[in-house]
């Protein structure tokens, strides 16, 4: 077994003995009930992918918080956390994980203070989500100017009451045709003429995510629309 380089499994708690499989290079947990991160787990220091998923359940789901110990993982270059209830925030440690390009913590009830600094120190990263958290506080005008943000701030906004400046959300003008309610092709030259902000937002009715940005849009509308 200690020469596993994958592993995966279901509904079971963490075991610290997995901290034995040192020569891990890809290990996802799935829908892991009543347990916390062991510190042990980071004696897998050949880890490139690193992936553990709660369960949908609060009271049974992932606990504890997310160990500062992460930092032993210097190859590391995915890390996927969801559907848990941390304590605390997102440890600076992470920052001394170079090699990390995606870094998804969806729904784990980190909360506070947006970690703008964090994830400007993080210049590696090329992809990240961090929906459903709580966040609160603003983008920093450095992090607003990164690429992390301008492609992917819609990933990070969903699920977080941030005081956002509307001059920092972008977009690329739609490609395709688009059409009002009423069937009539929306010229979108016209449309940015006459208006001084304007959002556009992808809505399907199957898309949880679509349900969680629409009371944000609310809020941009009530402050913005005259």
């Given at each position: ?25 890809s ?5 892991v ?27 049974y ?40 390009t ?11 203070e ?16 961090l ?5 609160t ?9 990164t ?11 969903i ?12 977009g ?23 208006n001084k ?30």
């Amino acid at each position: 077994l200690v020469s596993l380089k994958e592993l995966g499994y279901l509904y079971q708690p963490i075991s610290p003995l997995l901290g034995n499989l040192i020569n891990l290079e890809s290990l996802t947990l799935g829908h892991v009930s009543e347990t916390t991160i062991p510190v042990e787990l980071f004696n897998c220091v050949k880890l490139k992918y690193l992936a553990i998923d709660g369960l949908c359940v609060p009271s049974y789901t992932l606990k504890g918080s997310i160990p500062s110990e992460i930092s032993r993982l210097k190859d590391l270059e995915t890390l996927r956390l969801s559907n848990a209830e941390f304590t605390g925030g997102i440890p600076e440690s992470l920052s001394e994980l170079s090699k990390m390009t995606r870094l998804f913590l969806r729904t784990c009830n980190i909360g506070g203070e947006f970690p703008s600094d964090l994830l400007v120190k993080m210049s590696g990263l090329k992809q990240v989500s961090l929906e459903n958290n709580g966040f609160t506080g603003k983008v920093s005008e450095e992090f607003s100017k990164t690429d992390l943000w301008k492609n992917g701030w819609r990933w990070i906004c969903i699920g977080n009451d941030l005081d956002l400046d509307p001059s920092i959300l972008y977009g690329p003008v739609p490609g395709t045709d688009v059409f009002d309610i009423d069937g009539a092709l929306v010229d979108f030259e016209k449309v940015y003429a006459e208006n001084k902000y304007t959002i556009l937002f992808n809505w399907a009715s199957w898309c949880p995510s679509s349900d969680s940005i629409m009371d944000m849009l609310v809020d941009v509308y009530s402050d913005f629309h005259e």
